[in-house]
C-alpha cells in the first residue's frame, strides 16, 4: 500500500554535531523538551508514557502524551501521539494517533537526522488537513530548533 502524501510528512537535516550528541538531544527527555518546547513529568522509557506541558508561547495550555515505541540507542527513537491536539475542549484519547520516528545516520563528522511523522490518513476527516498542515510546519521549525540547540550547545 502506497501512503498518500498527506498521510506523512519526512524531514531531514545534516547537524554539525556527532552522533552521541543528537542523540542525547532527541533521547533525554529534558534535552528534548527544551529545543522542543515541552516539559515532561518523567524520562523517555521505552514502553512507557510520559505526559508533556508546552512551552511555547501562546500554546502553555496544551498538554499530552507520548507513547515511547521504540528507543534503539543512537540509531532509532519512536514515539506515538495525538497530532495538533491544542483545543482543551475537545477529547483527543478515542482518536488514532500518528508515529513520529527520528532516525540517526552518520554523514562525515556530522550526523544526519530523518524525521518522519506519519499516519494522518487515519486522523478524523474533520480535522486531519489542520492537523497534518500545521504539523508540517511545525516539524519544520522543529528541525531549525533542535539543529541550533546541538550545533550551539
Known amino acids: 500500500m502506497i501512503a498518500s502524501s498527506t498521510d506523512r510528512i ?3 537535516a545534516v547537524l554539525k554535531a556527532p552522533r552521541s550528541r543528537v542523540w542525547r538531544a532527541i533521547a533525554d527527555a529534558q534535552e528534548f523538551g527544551t529545543w522542543f518546547r515541552m516539559v515532561f513529568d518523567g524520562p523517555f522509557v521505552e514502553g512507557k508514557s510520559v505526559r508533556g ?3 511555547y508561547p501562546g500554546y502553555e495550555h496544551v498538554a499530552g502524551d507520548l507513547q515511547i515505541v521504540r528507543i ?4 532509532y527513537f519512536a514515539y506515538r501521539w495525538h497530532p ?3 483545543d482543551p475542549k475537545v477529547d483527543y484519547s478515542g482518536e488514532p494517533t500518528t508515529l513520529v520516528e527520528f532516525t540517526l545516520e552518520d554523514a562525515g563528522t556530522h550526523t544526519a537526522l530523518t524525521i518522519v511523522e506519519s499516519g494522518f490518513d487515519q486522523i478524523p476527516v474533520h480535522r486531519r488537513a489542520e492537523a ?5 510546519g511545525g ?3 522543529q528541525v531549525t530548533n533542535i539543529t541550533e540547540y546541538v550545533e550551539t550547545a
Do not use: I, L, S
Not at 534503539?72 to 540509531?75: D, N, R, S
Not at 497534518?132 to 508540517?136: H, I
Open 139 to 141: 516539524w519544520t521549525g
Open 132 to 136: 497534518y498542515r500545521m504539523n508540517e
Open 84 to 86: 495538533y491536539a491544542v
Open 10 to 12: 519526512e524531514k531531514r
Open 53 to 55: 506541558r508546552v512551552t
Open 72 to 75: 534503539q540507542p543512537e540509531t
